[in-house]
C-alpha cells in the first residue's frame, strides 16, 4: 500500500488517478499509522517551499517522514522534491527534510519564468525510476525554483538554459521535479516502477 502523505499543499488526487490508473493499492492520508505500515510513500507538492515547510511541521510529520523515508521507497514530486533537500530560498531561508544534501534556489536562466511545459530527459546516472525511459523522452514542468546538489544525487536533468535537476536521489529516497502524473506515458512508466519497488 502506498500512502500520498496529505499535508494540505498538493495535486494529491492527480497523483492518485494515476496510480489508480496502474493499480496500484494507495490511500491519501496524514494518519503517522497510515505512513508508518505503507510499502511506499509519495509527498507531492503545489505552492511554495516555506508555507509546505509549516504545514508539515504543524501536521506534526517532519520527523516521521524523515524516519520512514529512510526505512521504504519514498518519492517526492514537484515542490514535494525541493522538500528533500536542506535548505530552501525562496521568499526566505528555510530548513528542508535534509533527505538529501543541497540548496533550492531560483532558476538561474534567459528563458522565461516559470519553467513551464514539456522538456527532455537526460540521463546522468542509472536509476530503478528510468527502467523502460529513453533518454531523450519529455515530461511535464511547472516549477521556478531549481534544486542544487551533488553530481551522485542526480538521476537525470533537463536543459532550460541552465542544469536543472529533474530526477534526484539516494538510497530510497527519490524525488522528481516534474510531475509524473501529468507527463503521459512516461510518467506512468516512472510511476509503475516506483510501485514495483514498493512490492
Known sequence: MITII???????????????????????????????????????G????PDAMRMLNAAG??????EEARRKPFLGICLGMQLLFETGY???????????????EKIETPFKIPHMGWNSLEFRRPCP??????????VYFVHSFQ???EPDCLYAVCDYGAEIPALVGKGTVFGAQFH?????????????NFGRLTT
Open 180 to 192: 509524473p502524473e501529468k507527463s503521459g506515458e512516461t510518467g506512468l512508466t516512472i510511476l509503475r
Open 61 to 66: 510529520l517532519t520527523a516521521l517522514i524523515r
Open 90 to 104: 525562496e521568499f526566505e531561508e528555510t530548513a528542508g527534510l535534509g533527505l538529501l544534501p543541497g540548496t533550492v
Open 46 to 49: 503545489v505552492g511554495a517551499f
Open 129 to 138: 525510476l528510468l527502467e523502460g525511459v529513453s533518454e531523450g523522452e519529455s
Open 147 to 149: 534544486a542544487r546538489t
Open 6 to 44: 496529505d499535508y494540505g499543499a498538493g495535486n494529491l488526487f492527480s497523483v492518485q488517478n494515476a496510480l489508480n490508473y496502474l493499480g496500484l493499492e494507495n490511500r491519501v492520508s496524514r494518519d503517522p499509522a497510515d505512513i508508518r505500515s505503507a510499502s511506499g510513500l509519495i509527498l507531492p
